[in-house]
């Protein structure tokens, strides 16, 4: 044993270490990142697209452009690598970005889609098939979304495709619906209602929703302890499920906003990355949003997701091309890290018009819409208001005060208005940092076009 050792103290000695300086550090994690980013999102796509529509050139036209300024320049210069399995369905995608580190990797997984493996992890070797299997595809017969197109309200869900809404915002589909019916529609060229694109945070409403379908089965409540915490004397214990829905459980996390790179782009797992921080403010009394505040919450319901993976919420709902991720570990990334198309955000839109009932069946508890729309928390002092899992319009000129809206990164959009019976969806890919697209004058171009 000690021979061993010395050994190693010689060879250590031995071999100059190479000092990084912090610059050098984070450029190289960057480029890291960049990869993560590029693998993840070529095997989302690819492998939610069950049509086949997609390919590489047109994720990186939209997906992989205008992504974080720190990565947009290192991403498209990243060679990457489609494997496919014995069955030709996608097995994984590689990244190559240094050349002392293996290739960065996303795995297709069935059911799951893809997860994102640590950087520094080798490809697999297995040649099972993991791709997920759709066996409804294009079958709208659960749901079908009808369709009665009203001229001036096309021409606004049309006028969202150009600049109106935001100098250099790019949407690529724009339902509107009202009364169940689709009024108006618009895509960008190779876009449609049934090709899925990432949620992004539109996820953390669909997360809101599955605690509903979690509370209503009778496994939780929402002031219920959400289990955080080494122990019960430990102060994160008293962090309530209802607190974390709300953004406001107290915690530190070291990013504002969405961005959760470690967990994302570095192939990190959600116990890694999201529960273990540490509380600054008591439980309740502040605002700050964070992911991983919703992945806490997934986490506490998470006992129940091997008899009731998200999976069956989203078959019931007729949202067949929906696809919930994981991470290596299998706990879902129900942040941001969903796969879904405009059909199926405007089936998940409906619910909440249906007061959460669907074909006669009650799948959230009575009164949840009114819980998650309800700003009974601390709020984020902006022109929007927040609910549990739900952007609340509840302050702006020409919009009920009913008005909830899911939102996510790069302009994902789920309006749902109550008291109009509407449901707004727009997807879109606008360039980090941009313009954006404006939502709130979107919506009230909208309404104001719609029959009363």
Not at 399 to 426: C, E, K, L
């Amino acid at each position: 044993m000690i021979r061993h050792t010395l050994a190693a103290a010689a060879l250590l000695f031995a071999t100059p270490a190479l000092a990084q300086s912090q610059a050098d550090l984070d450029a190289r994690y960057d480029r890291a990142l960049a990869a993560g980013y590029k693998a993840l999102f070529l095997c989302g796509a690819l492998n939610s697209d069950a049509r086949h529509v997609r390919d590489a050139a047109s994720i990186e036209e939209w997906e992989l452009t205008g992504v974080y300024s720190a990565l947009d320049p290192i991403v498209r210069t990243l060679e990457h690598r489609l494997e496919y399995g014995t069955d030709t369905s996608l097995d994984y995608v590689a990244v190559d970005w240094s050349e002392t580190m293996p290739a960065r990797v996303a795995v297709a997984h069935a059911m799951t889609g893809c997860s994102l493996l640590p950087i520094g992890a080798d490809a697999p070797t297995t040649e099972e098939p993991r791709s997920m299997p759709i066996d409804r595809v294009g079958d709208e017969s659960v749901y079908p979304l009808s369709r009665r197109i009203v001229r001036r309200v096309d021409e606004v869900a049309r006028g969202a495709m150009g600049g109106g809404y935001g100098a250099d915002a790019r949407t690529t589909a724009v339902l509107v619906r009202q009364g169940d019916v689709t009024l108006g529609e618009a895509f960008a060229p190779g876009f449609d209602a049934n090709l899925p694109q990432r949620t992004w945070s539109v996820a953390k409403s669909m997360a809101a929703t599955l605690v509903g379908v979690a509370v209503r089965r009778g496994e939780v409540t929402v002031e219920a302890s959400a289990g955080l915490g080494l122990s019960e004397s430990d102060p994160r214990r008293a962090i309530t499920i209802d607190q974390l829905l709300r953004m406001a459980s107290g915690r530190y996390s070291d990013t504002p906003g969405s961005r959760t790179d470690p967990l994302y782009l570095g192939g990190t797992t959600v116990g890694e990355s999201a529960l273990g921080w540490p509380l600054i403010n008591p439980p309740g009394s502040t605002f700050r949003y964070a992911n991983n505040d919703t992945l806490a919450a997934v986490v506490a319901i998470s006992p129940g997701f091997a008899e009731h993976p998200p999976a069956e919420l989203f078959n019931f709902l007729g949202m067949h091309q929906t696809v919930a991720e994981t991470d290596w570990q299998g706990d879902y990334i129900l942040s941001s890290q969903v796969w879904t198309t405009a059909a199926d955000l405007a089936r998940f839109g409906q619910l909440y018009l249906n007061d959460g009932v669907w074909r006669g069946t009650r799948v959230l508890p009575e009164g949840w819409v009114d819980y998650v729309s309800t700003p009974s928390g601390p709020q984020p002092g902006g022109a929007l208001g927040y609910g549990a899992g739900w952007w609340l319009m509840n302050n702006s000129e020409g919009i009920p005060a009913d008005t909830i809206a899911a939102q996510g990164n790069r302009g994902q959009y789920v309006v749902v208005v109550p008291s109009r019976d509407v449901v707004i969806v727009r997807r879109g890919e606008d360039p980090d940092g941009g313009s954006g697209f404006d939502i709130v004058a979107f919506t009230r171009d909208v309404l104001a076009a719609l029959p009363q």
